[in-house]
């Protein structure tokens, strides 16, 4: 379990994130289209892995199109952004940000992502979303950067993930 805040209030999250140099743990989220994709499918390919509460929240929409800029175009890289809103929601935001370049994932059908990534909020008024994280992956699956954003109202650090890229 790991503590973070909210505004400078105390949340706990369900776990840790996965160690850098661990294999990512394989997960199966919904797309925009509600189809569904694996990790396993992402294999040979470099992720980002922008985790999120709530694509509805300032914090959130500001990193998602922040990601879709400065990560988006970049070779054999593929920028995922995961959080447990409904896949309309994702496609409604995606279609009015001219957001095309980022891969929009939920995980509203099944738990087990948010226990093996260790980011299932426990507590406080975002209890059953998800942290704010960012996770980046090698080819190989290989995770080569994490981050547990410290504040969920806080932005992830763009320089460090795209540095692990």
């Known amino acids: 379990m790991a503590k973070i805040t909210l505004k400078g209030n105390p949340v706990n ?3 840790t994130l996965p160690s850098v140099g661990s294999k990512a743990p394989d997960f199966t989220l919904v797309k925009s289209d509600l189809t569904l994709l694996s990790l396993s499918e992402l294999k040979g390919k ?12 300032s914090v959130c929409a500001n990193a998602l199109r922040k990601f879709n800029q400065m990560a988006a175009g970049r070779e054999n890289t593929v920028v995922l952004a995961i959080s447990k809103d409904l896949p309309f929601a994702h496609n409604s935001f995606c279609t009015t940000e001219g957001i095309a370049n980022v891969v929009t994932l939920s995980g509203f059908r099944d738990s087990s992502f948010g226990k093996a990534y260790g980011v299932d909020l426990l507590d406080g008024i975002f209890a059953g ?7 980046v992956t090698d080819e190989e699956g290989i995770v080569k950067y994490t981050e547990l954003v410290p504040d969920i109202a806080v932005e992830p650090d763009y320089d460090k993930a795209l540095a692990a890229l």
């Open 13 to 15: 999250t369900s776990g």
């Open 129 to 135: 979303l998800y942290a704010r994280s960012v996770v």
């Open 46 to 57: 470099k992720l980002l892995l922008n985790i999120f509460p709530s694509i509805g929240t």
